[in-house]
């Protein structure tokens, strides 16, 4: 029978452990309960941070309990950065921060049967905790020059680090300390730029309490060319449908590159080994039809949104390129898509605006005189409808939900407006 830890190692979401035999054992050996933590950092989680919360779901269908730590005293506090320091949030911005993530982290872990998840605030157990009791009881244990051999803070030294950030790693040792204490978690897992905040942890409760726990650690998932998976040119891909629509959530993953597209699936797809393995077979065999891609953009979106985000957004591409009716999408769909497309507004006065103008201002034509021949060419279109009067202007009729104009040139070259009237 496969373990959960060849399960996760298969799919590549194991960077390192404390120790690996150790580490069988105990999750052979009963339900273990284990923790992840996120700090509130931004109003939502980004798309790094699902890789944890997709542990967190394997562990927990092996039986595993799971702690969800949301960090609302180390949210305050800011992870040390290479790049310097990082701006402190006020007390306020990181409370309610703090409970956006909640609300969202409990879409991805079941919080019914007999391992049952649970949603833990750092805050609760540090927010009164005196200076002088925090140094006794915690730095004691922490050695300066374990501190100062970190990666993160080595590289900091030159240019400043403060003592705010250089003492974070403390706090999330504690955490895991406290957790043990209060749950009985033996099991810490995180990113592997994390490891020496995790491990710090275990090493704390060996040194205060004699305890031995467990650390995992996932690998940081990257693009072909080395740099970070989950950005694009425009910034981070967020969980939040108000920040990253589900229309651009499932065409940043249609857009996977061929050389790694089988590596994101085994992490994020549910799918089989054997249903991943046909895919990749077909990928190497005709990489044209994408099938990969689409498999991985279905699943994810289905995962983080839902079904029926998913149906919208491929609806939506279908629409936008004049294989379905833009009318039949709704309007939230229609307004993620024109904000990804990078839609202008158009403010009308008494008039509607003409087409030469809408097909300019969409940036599917550079000019009014190159909307004009591609008119004539019978090459323009306004909300897929063929445009055949260079002097047409605009109707209602022609306002998705009263506002929105899609405008494309030939097949390829899209472009949307929103109507201010």
């Not at 404390?18 to 700090?39: C, I, K, M, R, S």
């Not at 939502?44 to 595993?64: E, K, M, P, T, Y």
């Not at 046909?278 to 079904?307: G, I, K, N």
């Not at 202007?393 to 949307?416: C, I, N, Q, S």
Request: proline letters at 3%; one cysteine or more; charged letters at 25%.
């Amino acid at each position: 029978m496969t373990s959960v830890l060849d399960e996760l190692k298969w799919r590549g979401l194991v960077a390192d452990s404390t120790d690996e035999a150790a580490l069988v054992e105990h999750l052979q050996a009963g339900p273990v309960t284990f923790y992840v933590g996120f700090d509130p950092t931004a109003p939502s989680l980004h798309f790094g941070n699902l890789v944890q919360l997709i542990v967190a779901g394997h562990l927990q269908r092996a039986g595993h309990r799971p702690l969800i730590l949301v960090g609302g005293s180390t949210g305050m506090i800011g992870d040390p950065k290479e790049t310097g320091e990082r701006v402190l949030n006020s007390p306020e911005v990181v409370a309610a921060w703090v409970e956006k993530i909640r609300a969202q982290v409990q879409r991805f872990v079941s919080f019914d049967g007999d391992n049952a998840a649970r949603v833990v605030n750092n805050l609760d157990w540090t927010g009164s905790l005196g200076t002088l009791e925090f140094l006794r009881d915690v730095g004691k244990h922490f050695p300066v020059n374990r501190m100062l051999a970190r990666d993160v803070v080595r590289s900091r030294l030159e240019g400043g680090i403060s003592y705010t950030e250089f003492s974070y790693v403390l706090l999330q040792a504690m955490d895991y300390r406290e957790l043990f204490r209060q749950y009985g978690c033996t099991l810490q897992f995180g990113g592997s730029d994390q490891w020496g905040n995790i491990t710090a942890g275990v090493e704390l409760l060996r040194r205060s309490d004699g305890k031995r726990v467990h650390a995992l650690a996932t690998p940081l998932l990257t693009k072909a060319d080395g740099s970070k998976f989950g950005k694009t040119e425009t910034g981070t891909v967020w969980l939040d449908p108000e920040l990253t629509s589900p229309y651009a959530f499932h065409q940043y993953f249609l857009n996977a590159e061929d050389a790694k597209v089988i590596e994101y699936l085994k992490v994020f797809s549910p799918r089989s080994q054997e249903e991943i393995e046909a895919l990749e077979r077909e990928t190497r065999e005709s990489p044209h039809r994408r099938a990969a891609q689409r498999a991985l953009a279905d699943d994810v979106t289905a995962f983080v949104h839902s079904a029926a985000e998913r149906d919208a957004a491929i609806a939506a591409a279908e629409a936008l390129f004049g294989r379905s009716e833009l009318a039949d999408l709704d309007e939230s769909t229609l307004s993620g898509v024109l904000q990804e497309i990078g839609a202008v507004e158009i403010v009308a006065g008494g008039e509607l605006p003409m087409v030469v103008d809408v097909l300019e201002a969409s940036g599917v034509v550079p000019s009014k005189s190159a909307a004009r021949r591609a008119i004539a060419e019978g090459g323009a279109y306004i909300n897929n409808t063929k445009v055949a009067d260079v002097d047409a202007r605009l109707t209602a009729e022609d306002l998705l939900h009263g506002r929105f104009v899609v405008a494309r040139r030939g097949k390829k070259t899209v472009g949307g407006t929103t109507i201010k009237r």
